[in-house]
């Protein structure tokens, strides 16, 4: 089956630098990849997602680059702010099969990112 | 509009107790999906499943545990003679019908068994 590491497991930059953050997956057959904010005590909120089909997907201050060929994703934040500091999850999914619409995620541990004022 | 909702946030159980986990989709949404997450881990898938219809229960335990969606009302897990390694937050997720892709969490329930 399919499984998604990240890395690093901890993260501190100094408020105004950029983060990355970086997964591998190991199925070729993964074709979609969400990235997950989650806050404690709180359930993950999707915060930016790309399918294969493309490299790069941007949203204001957040972008995820795809490379198939080495199987890795990363995501990138720029200017953070203290309000980034969270725990973020990468993921991966198969396209559907038999009946399913859509298929269950397999997510990465986790990066805690630290953002000091 | 409403985002997926569950309930109870927290619920605590004896060992041997039963849970049942609700999950309320976001409006229009006909897929759910329930992931386990342990301290320090990330989300561990255990089913996906369509109005009255279990399409994915691979990462579901083979004992104790069932889950359901039936046409009316929200989704339940069932946790039956619930033990100390049930203890987690418990996650729903819905994505629109469709071959959509996005998958929405909940809040969560965070399951105490003493």
């Known amino acids: 089956g399919e499984n998604v590491e990240q890395h690093p497991s901890t993260l501190s930059v100094q408020e105004g630098d950029s983060a990355v953050i970086k997964c591998t997956y190991s199925d070729s057959a993964s074709n979609y990849f969400p990235w997950y904010k989650q806050e404690l005590g709180k359930g993950p909120q999707l915060i930016i997602d790309?399918?294969?089909?493309?490299g790069e997907k941007k949203d204001q201050r957040i972008a995820v680059t795809l490379n198939k060929t080495a199987k890795h994703f990363s995501l990138h934040i720029t200017e953070t702010q203290p309000e980034d500091s969270a725990v973020y999850f990468c993921?991966?999914?198969?396209?559907?099969?038999?009946?399913?619409?859509?298929?269950?995620?397999?997510f990465g541990k986790g990066i805690t990112l630290s953002v000091r004022p | 509009n409403a985002g997926v909702m569950q309930n109870p946030r927290h619920l605590v159980r004896r060992r041997g107790q039963e849970a049942r986990l609700r999950c309320s989709p976001m409006k229009g949404h006909s897929h759910v999906y329930w992931y386990r997450q342990l301290p320090e881990e990330g989300l561990k898938f255990m089913v996906y499943?369509?109005?009255?219809?279990?399409?994915?229960e691979s990462g579901m335990p083979k004992e104790r545990f069932s889950a359901e969606f039936p046409k009316e009302g929200p989704s339940i897990l069932r946790i039956q003679q619930v033990v100390r390694g049930d203890s987690a937050a418990y996650f729903c997720a819905s994505s629109p019908p469709g071959l959509g892709y996005e998958q929405y969490f909940g809040p969560g329930t965070r399951l105490t068994v003493t």
């Open positions: 993921a991966a999914s198969r396209p559907p099969v038999g009946t399913g619409a859509n298929s269950k995620l397999t």
């Open positions: 790309i399918r294969s089909n493309v």
């Open positions: 499943l369509q109005k009255e219809n279990i399409i994915d």
